[in-house]
């Protein structure tokens, strides 16, 4: 019985018609068009600059081809137009930075591309918008980078790509510091030294736009009189070299200025002590850098007698906080100013095909440099 059952079954008139030779035809077109579709969802091959092991910059990296890499529906691929050399990523790529990628890494953190592609579920964007990593992120020294839509943020078309490609780390940190700490009104005074770092040239600036008067100290070195003229240019109110304040009492250089409320510090060593000499009863210094890699001392007097406040910043603290969203909205205001010619600084674009010659400048090997911004 079981055997008659079976033996029906295969005399059983299939369902469906056999397909036609045309069904067979559109099956492998569409089945082209998938593959076709596969393949678009790839990046470009990309150009990076690598590191394999953390130590000297300009002994580990390394210029290697990259193969395509996949864009998923939330992903972004962008073709980067240029990215700056900042001491934290030579910090990084030594492995002294307290945020860092974990190695093999591409390098960079900051930079600017335009759309090249986007994943299906991607909306808002569009191929030739100007973005930037907002906050920042990994990787920037490459021809194309991949990531998903939250990490890009969108500018305005007309921005130079320059000042969008550094916007974050040091404008950002000028803006933060003199709106975070002490509440400054037109008329009051800050005081910093490192100046002329970019970070120096926007805090003249950004002080500027808000009626607030800047005291600046440089380093004794050739070509002071020339960094003077140009700070001044830009709105400082008094530079100084180092030496100039080898003086008992430094408060009696400032004629009409008040004494100001808050200090910054990049250098530490004598220069940070020069920032409190000017400060006022209650000031507060704020510390962000130490580039002469020399401790801040304050003396016993200025804690008991002037009371003294020191601070330290970190903008990492800030992208990590609640307020990293808006650092979009800083972003915006800052790139404006640069757009409107009120927030300059100065910058060298150097190609990416002469990474390393931009490499070596920012490592001091090529004496005192501009900041180097590779243009890809």
Not at 3 to 19: A, I
Not at 106 to 122: C, I, K, N, R, T
Request: charged share 20%; net charge positive.
């Amino acid at each position: 019985m079981a055997s008659s059952s079976f033996l029906k079954l295969l005399t059983l008139k299939p369902l469906h018609k056999p397909p036609s030779s045309s069904i067979i035809i559109n099956h492998f077109s569409n089945m082209k068009f998938t593959f076709r579709s596969f393949s678009a969802a790839m990046s470009p091959p990309s150009t990076a600059v690598m590191y394999d092991q953390e130590g000297p910059p300009d002994s580990v990296t390394k210029m290697v081809e990259l193969p395509p890499a996949e864009i998923k529906e939330n992903d972004v691929c962008v073709k980067m137009l240029a990215a700056p050399i900042n001491p934290s990523d030579i910090n990084r790529i030594q492995g002294v930075y307290p945020v860092r990628p974990q190695v093999p890494a591409v390098g960079g953190y900051e930079g600017v591309g335009e759309v090249h592609s986007l994943g299906s579920a991607v909306k808002g964007l569009s191929p030739g918008d100007l973005v930037i990593p907002c906050p920042p992120s990994f990787g920037t020294w490459q021809t194309y980078v991949v990531k998903e839509q939250s990490v890009w943020h969108k500018v305005a078309k007309g921005t130079p790509v320059e000042y969008a490609a550094t916007v974050f780390v040091n404008p950002l940190t000028a803006l933060r510091m003199l709106e975070d700490f002490v509440d400054l009104n037109p008329g009051d005074s800050i005081v910093q030294n490192g100046a002329t770092s970019i970070v120096g040239q926007c805090i003249i600036q950004l002080a500027r736009i808000r009626g607030i008067r800047s005291i600046n100290i440089i380093r004794d070195r050739a070509g002071s009189d020339e960094a003077k003229e140009k700070l001044k240019k830009l709105g400082a109110d008094e530079v100084y070299t180092e030496s100039q304040l080898d003086v008992k009492n430094v408060k009696s250089l400032l004629d009409n200025i008040p004494e100001p409320a808050l200090g910054f510090n990049c250098v530490g060593g004598n220069a940070a002590t020069l920032v409190m000499k000017f400060l006022r009863q209650r000031g507060t210094m704020v510390t962000y850098g130490g580039m002469s890699k020399k401790p801040v001392t304050v003396s016993t007097s200025a804690f008991i007698f002037k009371e003294l406040s020191l601070r330290g910043f970190w903008l990492q603290n800030l992208v990590s906080s609640a307020k990293g969203e808006e650092c979009k909205s800083m972003v915006d205001y800052l790139l404006g100013l640069a757009r409107d010619g009120k927030l300059t600084y100065g910058m060298e674009s150097t190609p990416f095909k002469d990474f390393h010659i931009g490499l070596d400048k920012s490592l001091g090997k090529l004496g005192s440099q501009p900041k180097q911004i590779i243009k890809f």
